[in-house]
């Protein structure tokens, strides 16, 4: 055993000498910085090991082959014939809090322990022969360490082996170990700071030099199961010894679905650290841990449309690689491979070769090989690989063809800093390494760290996060996965610094994840949120978020469960998700438009995978409406704050958002010749959910609104009735579901369109007051609803006769135009046309102007069509209308029709005179219901027209219409039916 975990030792040969043997002149040296907190053990702060003092470092060998003996479940046999070739012993080690267990075992419900090869011990070239033999069982505390814990009571012997240095040239390169037995407390505590942050950082970077595992343990390794796991969440898929498919976590998604967070292809570096006792590993150079790990890829439309519309990749690159829509590709190279093979023909132009020769690390000689190919276009991805094979040396062509065929490829290439091509958009925007909670999305993608300064951390060590942070000797190889140790090192504390711990929804991370030595997971800082990861219901705020800035404060994984599965082994569930997004906004810049919308806070804080806390606050600017200029009284910008919140319902963990404005917001209309202000008592903002088949990237959200409606007394006629007589009262129309509709794609949120919508509106008529001498108070109109439109809808264009009314300069509808639409009843107009009724509408709409009047007042009989001032009854009979105008007096509203005819055919009854009919209210406002009417005829006393002749045909006694005409008032009760 090495250290002071039991799952790091090294696993010696059965029938060998082994031998241990300890090399001069390693570095000893670590200043040390000792702190001791109030109740805590002292914790201790090293600087690195230097050879300012220096002592003896060990190497373990076998000097001869027969069977080598591994731990437990993993026993793998070397060739038992004779030979002089000594055994590479194997070294295993992996984290003392995640150890990898596998299926199987004498009860199928529980995982048995997996020994993990994490390195090769082999031999020296020229081992020495002289030796003092120490028995394996012997208590010296460096030999008991050194035993594999299913060969602790082998025969095998121990060698003891004191050298000056190095056998020879190549040598594995020796390591430190320290004897810890009979160590007690308070010691203990220093010690394992010293194993941690010194010793064991330094063991693994030197067996690491001295290359993988032997093949005999690869062959051991791959007899067991391929699937292995930790109890924190590692779930890991194996072909052989190569490590395909890593788990970190999985989410559960809204609709019931899993989805994993993986990496594949694990090696390197990556590995090497991932296998270690004590691991704390922080990286944040996304290229370093690209080449140790592989992200999945997948096409898809959402891809397509972000790499036109944001990476402005031409859509004619774009649209060739629509056959890769719902293929993921869990390798760079086969992905990238798919990419090309869509960009037929390749050609390599001078322009390409200029800009190949500027990739990072590209031989010059493999340039200049290249360049017999310059000019010659091949057709297919297979015919320009052969022909680079043909010029090319294996390693360079394995290295280099995919960067060459991208060059080939017009347009395009997998490198960021060559601004004239796309594929390193086309890689970062299909790289999928993302976690979900809660309909949240976070975006972990190595391509997107750079950008949002993301670190991804694993801790599965035991001291307080903030203590690993602060000492870099404890970070497993830090150079290989950060470009500036320090600078990673200084954003770290900073951000530590920066968590209060005042602040509920900071709490968890500060005294859990930063201060409780026992926490382990993976943990990221600063996370992108992608603007489209946000819950359906919240997905409207995405117009109003700057993306640069929306990142998480952290995202991390604490458990994912592992349970065995009959199919694979082992199988993942459900991890455990924790994280905060606090973003702010300093507000709106600009509050010229007529509508703007901004996101001024969103804080949700993740627990257990569910919303534990959710605060939002949300703006909508707006200085129009109805088409006219509103001002908020009382405030410099018209802006409506909506403040959001989640409810929670149900056992489940699931909610509902909320965002409302429940304050009382009056807006001015300085410039309204009809309205004279819009007061707003309730608002909310809602998110639609897309219909089945609807467009997924159109994002559809509707800012409803509710109060009243204050309109101006208009001189002459008080047609839109609806206000107060006190000019101070916000009493008038009572209204309903008004709403600014706000639309965009998912892809590019921040090109929105507003549309103040009426659509839907709905007025409450019990609730709202009219002016004492207003219309509506004395003519029995019903309120119906609010109507709108364009040029082409115009009540005057379709069929609403105009009615003359007193108003004083009144001009005629603009193209936009808002009416209160109204209905009267009429009764029946008898037998002939009993089916159609006798329902008027009437009209009362005007257009946004800047203070001129312009009105339009209209009604419309049934059998009224295309502007016509007529009505057919049962196809036979026409009656035609006259003219239309209202007569005030006071409170008395007098709706006069003139001229009034009954035609058959070409006659027309009366063929003289004028009939006119005379509708009203109630003056005094008593009764609403109740239209009044009185009918008149007025013949010509001077008329020489003469008389029509008398029907021929009729039965004696009937009336002729000739003798109504010779009449000078008929009563209506004669012509109609009265109003019942």
């Not at 995978?609 to 410099?636: I, Y």
């Amino acid at each position: 055993m090495a250290g002071l975990s039991g799952a790091e030792y090294a696993a010696l040969a059965e029938g060998a000498t082994n031998v241990l043997r300890f090399e001069p002149n390693g570095a000893a040296y670590a200043p040390a910085t000792f702190q001791q907190p109030t109740g805590g053990d002292v914790r201790v702060t090293f600087s690195g090991l230097s050879t300012d003092a220096t002592t003896s470092y060990a190497n373990i060998y076998a000097e001869s082959p027969t069977v080598v003996a591994t731990a437990d479940a993993a026993r793998f046999d070397v060739a038992s014939a004779a030979t002089d070739t000594p055994p590479t012993l194997t070294y295993f080690a992996q984290p003392d809090s995640a150890v990898l267990h596998q299926p199987g075992g004498g009860d199928a419900e529980f995982l048995s322990y997996l020994a993990l090869p994490a390195g090769a011990l082999p031999p020296p070239p020229a081992a020495s022969s002289s030796s003092l033999p120490v028995a394996s069982s012997s208590s010296s505390p460096v030999a008991s360490s050194l035993s594999s814990p299913a060969a602790s009571s082998s025969s095998s012997p121990v060698t003891l082996s004191l050298s000056k240095g190095r056998s020879s040239e190549g040598a594995p390169q020796p390591f430190p170990l320290a004897p810890y037995a009979g160590t007690a407390l308070p010691a203990v505590s220093f010690f394992r700071d010293l194993e941690l942050k010194l010793l064991s950082p330094a063991r693994r970077t030197a067996i690491a030099a001295s290359g993988p595992p032997p093949a005999s343990a690869a062959q051991a390794f791959a007899a067991v199961a391929n699937r292995s796991t930790t109890p924190q969440g590692l779930l890991l898929e194996r072909d052989g010894d190569d490590w395909t498919t890593l788990t970190l976590a999985q989410s559960q998604l809204a609709d019931g679905t899993t989805e994993d967070l993986n990496l594949h292809d694990v090696h390197g570096d990556l590995r090497e650290a991932l296998q270690s006792n004590q691991l704390f590993l922080v990286a944040s150079d996304a290229t370093a841990f690209l080449n140790n790990a592989s992200v999945e890829y997948a096409m898809s439309k959402i891809v397509r449309d972000q790499l036109v519309l944001v990476a402005q990749v031409p859509s004619a690159v774009v649209d060739r690689l629509a056959p890769l829509d719902g293929t993921s590709y869990e390798h760079l190279e086969t992905y990238r491979e798919a990419v090309l093979r869509l960009l037929s023909p390749y050609v390599l132009t001078d322009n390409a070769m200029l800009n190949l020769a500027l990739v990072p690390g590209i031989p010059t000689e493999v340039v200049d090989a290249l360049k017999p190919l310059v000019g010659t276009t091949y057709p297919s991805y297979d015919a320009i690989a052969t022909a680079i094979a043909n010029v090319l040396t294996p390693a360079d062509y394995a290295t280099w063809v995919q960067v060459v065929i991208g060059y080939a490829a017009v347009g395009f290439s997998m490198y960021q800093d060559q601004p004239v091509t796309y594929g390193y958009s086309m890689l970062a925007s299909a790289s999928r390494f993302h976690l979900t909670a809660a309909g949240y999305v976070f975006d972990l993608s190595p391509y997107s760290w750079s950008a949002y300064r993301t670190i991804l951390i694993f801790k599965f060590a035991n001291g307080r996060l903030r203590d690993l942070v602060d000492d870099t000797t404890t970070w497993a190889n830090p150079t290989a996965f950060n470009a500036s140790v320090p600078a990673v090192q200084q954003q770290l504390q900073a951000t530590i610094a920066d968590a209060d711990p005042s602040d509920p929804d900071m709490q968890y991370f500060v005294n859990t994840v930063l201060d409780d030595p026992g926490w382990n997971g993976v943990l990221a800082l600063s996370a992108r949120v992608p603007l489209d990861g946000l819950p359906q219901e919240l997905a409207g705020l995405a117009a109003g978020i700057d993306p640069a800035e929306f990142v998480a404060h952290h995202v991390g994984i604490t458990v994912t469960p592992i349970v065995p599965d009959p199919t694979t082994g082992l199988a993942a569930k459900p991890s455990t998700i924790f994280g905060l997004i606090d973003y702010e906004s300093s507000g709106m810049t600009d509050t010229t438009p007529a509508y703007q919308f901004e996101v001024l806070q969103l804080k949700v804080l993740l627990a257990n995978s569910a919303v534990a806390d959710f605060a939002s606050k949300v703006q909508l600017l707006v200085n129009q409406l109805f088409g006219e200029s509103a001002k908020l009284r009382g405030a410099s910008a018209s802006i409506l704050t909506f403040l959001g919140s989640y409810v929670k319902s149900g056992s489940a963990g699931g909610g509902s958002y909320l965002f409302t404005n429940d304050d009382v917001n009056v807006f001015d209309m300085p410039t309204s010749a009809v309205l004279q202000r819009i007061v707003v008592s309730r608002a909310q903002f809602v998110t639609l959910t897309p219909a089945a088949g609807a467009d997924t990237e159109l994002v559809e959200s509707q800012f409803l609104l509710a109060g009243s409606i204050v309109f101006r007394a208009i001189a002459g006629f008080d047609v839109f009735s609806f206000g107060s007589d006190d000019p101070t009262s916000n009493a008038g129309l009572t209204y309903t579901n008004l709403s600014v509709d706000l639309s965009f794609n998912s892809v590019t949120p921040s090109y929105k369109t507003f549309t103040f919508d009426t659509s839907a509106i709905a007025f409450d008529v019990a609730t709202s007051t009219a002016r004492a001498a207003s219309l509506y108070r004395h003519f029995p109109l019903q309120l119906t609803g609010l109507s709108a439109g364009g040029a082409d809808t115009r009540p005057d264009k379709a069929n609403f006769m105009p009615v003359q009314t007193p108003m004083a300069g009144s001009g005629g509808l603009r193209e936009t135009w808002y009416g209160l639409a109204f209905s009267l009843n009429l009764g029946t107009p008898g037998a002939l046309a009993a089916e159609i009724g006798f329902t008027a509408g009437f009209v009362a709409a005007w257009s946004p102007t800047d203070g001129a009047l312009a009105v339009f007042v209209g009604l419309s009989i049934p059998g009224v069509k295309n502007g016509r001032r007529a009505i057919s009854l049962q196809g036979v009979l026409t009656l035609n209308f006259g003219d239309l105008s209202f007569v005030v007096n006071g409170t008395s509203y007098i709706l006069e029709m003139r001229t009034i005819t009954l035609s058959v055919l070409s006659l027309s009854f009366p063929p003289t005179g004028q009939t006119s009919i005379l509708l009203f209210g109630d003056p005094s406002g008593a009764d609403r219901e109740t239209l009044g009417w009185y009918a008149a005829f007025n013949k010509p006393t001077n008329s020489s027209a003469p008389a029509s002749p008398p029907l021929g045909g009729l039965p004696a006694g009937v009336l002729q219409w000739s003798d109504h005409a010779r009449r000078d008032v008929v009563p209506l009760a004669d012509l109609v039916q009265p109003v019942r």
